[in-house]
């Protein structure tokens, strides 16, 4: 089972100096935390494998860095969230706040 971690995004940002994502991190986290070590394939791996909402959320973020607004939009769909229109550090923020709470 996946632990909730309780930080900050300036925080949890602070955890990319390390090789792995923090142990037991869930995978919408994990898909984050990948994004913002820079490395968007596997980012998109990680979210695309997990079933929940959460997920989903993360990975119309992740099509909206990418800049493919239309998959974005359907996974948003599925996250059964508002497309956003957040600049994307912000979007990051959220999501990584709303998720690690």
């Known amino acids: 089972m996946s632990r909730r971690y309780r930080m900050d995004a ?5 955890t990319t100096s390390a090789e792995a994502p923090p142990e037991d991190l869930a995978r919408p986290l994990q898909a984050l935390w990948w994004m913002r070590k ?3 394939e596997r980012a998109h791996a990680t ?3 997990d079933g929940t909402h ?3 959320w993360v990975h119309a973020h992740l099509h ?3 800049g493919d607004l239309d ?8 996250a059964k ?3 956003s229109k ?3 550090d912000e979007e990051w923020t959220a999501l990584v706040e709303t998720l690690s709470a």
């Open 38 to 40: 820079g490395d968007w």
């Open 54 to 56: 959460e997920g989903a």
């Open 81 to 83: 969230k508002p497309v």
């Open 10 to 14: 300036k925080s949890f940002a602070a």
């Open 64 to 66: 909206r860095v990418e």
């Open 47 to 49: 979210a695309q494998a």
């Open 71 to 78: 998959n974005a939009a359907y996974w948003y769909g599925q």
């Open 86 to 88: 957040a600049p994307l």
